[in-house]
């Protein structure tokens, strides 16, 4: 899966003051878009490749925000409007890299781990109490509001991955909303008041009107690109296995034999894992 990135390491603490170095990685996104040249694969650029990054720290430090590490590699994070962009880098959508553009397992995992901390940064400019304008604090990951001491912290949506099977069959389904080729499971974020076997339940009867039994815990995955810890979950119909689907957030949906299963093209996601491992009889 994407976060599988051995033997490559993340190192997801917050350091404040880090001073990059010239071959460490500046991450600029555009809303699901990040800047990257794709002429021979998929390159990030370093912060060597930048012009008009300050030397004075104070202003340096205004300027990047310290992300994450990926063995002895710095991530920083910068504003799309702050810097003149490098020639040769375009903004792409993340998605493109699952299809047509060759990368590796840890720039994808530090695509997605980016995405995530950036929506989360430009989401709390401003204090949700009183409007001021929040500031990094120094010691952790967290953003505080010196008008009113309000602590914020990086949000994680919990979603769930679905595999509902029926005896040799996988149900499959298209999403309605997303260009996305491919084939994925029934998923969908946990609501209010809700457990994750709850949640399972009612994302399958409103997605594919089925009723499901047997629910059981797989694993969890990472997947900042759209904010969510997932956690995967194997369950098997109960009763009729007629697909019923809601065209609001399916434009298809069927039963696939074992061995027969259309696949995911990478395998970066926990959808596409436990696809692959039904397919191979493992499940």
Known sequence: MIQDIAPHKLDNQYYMGVAPEDDDVLLVFDGKKVLCNTENGLHLPMVSEFAGIPQDDAKRD?????????????????????????????????????????????????????????????????????????????????????????????????????????????????????????????????????????????????????????????????WGIVDDLLAGFWCEVDGDPTIHLDYQELKEGIWAKRGEVPLQPDNYSLTGEMMRMFNEGRA
């Open 62 to 222: 205004a300027l990047l925000t310290y992300l994450f590490a990926i063995d002895e590699k710095h991530f920083f994070m910068a504003d799309k409007d702050a810097l003149a962009l490098p020639d040769g880098f375009t903004f792409q959508d993340v998605w493109r890299f699952r299809r047509d553009v060759a990368s590796s397992q840890e720039d994808m995992f530090a695509i997605a781990t980016g995405l995530h901390l950036s929506h989360w940064y430009q989401h709390n400019k401003y204090c949700g109490c009183c409007g001021s304008r929040t500031e990094h604090a120094k010691a952790e990951r967290a953003l505080f509001c010196k008008e009113c001491g309000n602590m914020i912290y990086p949000r994680l949506v919990p979603a769930v991955i679905i595999a509902v099977t029926n005896g040799d069959s996988i149900l499959v389904t298209k999403y309605g909303d997303r260009d996305l080729p491919f084939y994925a499971l029934v998923a969908g974020f946990v609501e209010i008041g809700e457990t994750l076997e709850e949640c399972v339940q009612r994302e399958v009867m409103e997605e594919v009107g089925l009723h499901v039994k047997n629910i059981r815990y797989y694993k969890s995955q990472p």
